[in-house]
């Protein structure tokens, strides 16, 4: 604290020694005595005197309405199964898009975030500061260096992104702690509830081809995906869907790894009749889309084949005297049906 902080503290009738180190008085308890002072500094916070005080029934607006048009951009989340109980438990919250959103429509409010390297980790210090009430957040986190953020990348390139990944987390956690938590679950509900409500019987299927095809690029299988759900890929729900995105937030802002939430299938690859068995319809319209970059987001239907051409009329052939009688006239066709010869009268036949 400056000489000048100290002194104008006394003046306001504040004695500086009893203040904690981490903590400053707000501003209006400084300039109650009259004085001049309209924003005051420490290494750990800056509180400044705001001319727009917050207002949280439009800063609940705000979020709810972005929340209605970002959807599973909001949340992450997976489910583990608990070792001891056998049970699945769910791992979910609030993305680094939401915590963007939150620290935007909170206002007057600032973030500093701070690094140490070691050979290992980063070690990022971000703080939430809150201007208007002179309070803030520090917030601790660690980032391993070698992070597998996948494959594609070059090792300048992939040491860049887990930099990133690290400073967004420990950023986004700041945040989080300081929101009030029943906004930031309400958040959550409502871009679910945006989520579900996209979602209906005539794109269900289209639903599954985009899901199927993204976790295909992250080197998941299709026997894996139907594992971690329960249930074959035609079956799949609309919860189900909404499942799968947050699991794909997690896994592109670095929460969650591939190889953790899928466990491989009990009997991929080892069943000589799943290895035989030819893929979905689906599976093969997201494994196109993989390959051409545009899925094919309707099954093919099956062509028509066309009509067999109608067999010509037979030609009646002139029956003679010794040609065989059908199968379905009497024996006596001879004597009943053959018409005279010429020149004998039908009654002189009858002689």
Excluded at 2 to 11: A, D, G, M, P, V
Excluded at 14 to 39: K, S
Excluded at 115 to 134: A, W
Excluded at 257 to 277: H, L, R, T, W, Y
Aim: with cysteine; hydrophobic share 35%; glycine share 6%.
């Amino acid at each position: 604290m400056t000489k000048e902080s100290r002194e104008q503290l006394i003046q306001a009738g504040v004695d500086p020694d009893d203040l904690p180190a981490t903590d400053l008085m707000p501003v209006r308890q400084i300039t109650g005595a009259g004085q001049t002072m309209v924003q005051a500094k420490t290494s750990y916070i800056t509180a400044v005197q705001v001319q727009k005080p917050r207002q949280l029934e439009l800063i609940i607006k705000g979020v709810l309405e972005e929340a209605q048009y970002a959807g599973s951009d909001f949340y992450y989340g997976w489910k583990v199964k608990n070792k001891k109980t056998g049970r699945d438990s769910a791992i979910e919250g609030a993305s680094i898009g939401l915590a963007t959103a939150l620290f935007r429509h909170y206002g007057n409010c600032a973030m500093e975030t701070s690094v140490t390297e070691t050979t290992t980790h980063y070690l990022f210090t971000s703080t939430f500061i809150d201007l208007e009430r002179g309070i803030s957040f520090p917030r601790l986190y660690r980032q391993r260096i070698k992070e597998n953020i996948g494959a594609g990348y070059e090792d300048e390139r992939a040491a860049d992104v887990v930099f990133q990944i690290g400073q967004s987390k420990s950023q986004r956690n700041a945040i989080v702690k300081a929101m009030p938590e029943w906004m930031v679950k309400q958040a959550i509900e409502r871009a679910k509830e945006a989520e579900l409500n996209k979602l209906t019987s005539d794109n269900i299927v289209t639903a599954r081809v985009k899901a199927l095809t993204f976790f295909i690029a992250q080197g998941v299988t299709l026997a894996q995906i139907e594992n971690y759900l329960d249930r074959p890929l035609d079956m799949w729900t609309k919860e189900d869907i909404i499942d799968l995105r947050a699991v794909g937030t997690a896994i592109n802002e670095g929460r969650g790894d591939v190889k953790e939430i899928f466990s491989p299938s009990a009997d991929e690859g080892n069943s000589a009749d799943e290895q035989k068995k030819p893929p979905s319809t689906l599976e093969t319209m997201a494994k196109d889309a993989k390959a051409n970059g545009k899925p094919k987001l309707e099954p093919e239907q099956p062509k028509p084949e066309p009509p067999e051409a109608a067999a010509p009329p037979e030609t009646p052939q002139p029956r003679t005297d010794d040609a065989p009688p059908p199968a379905d006239v009497p024996i006596d066709w001879k004597d009943t049906q053959r018409p005279p010869r010429r020149g004998i009268t039908q009654d002189k036949k009858l002689l």
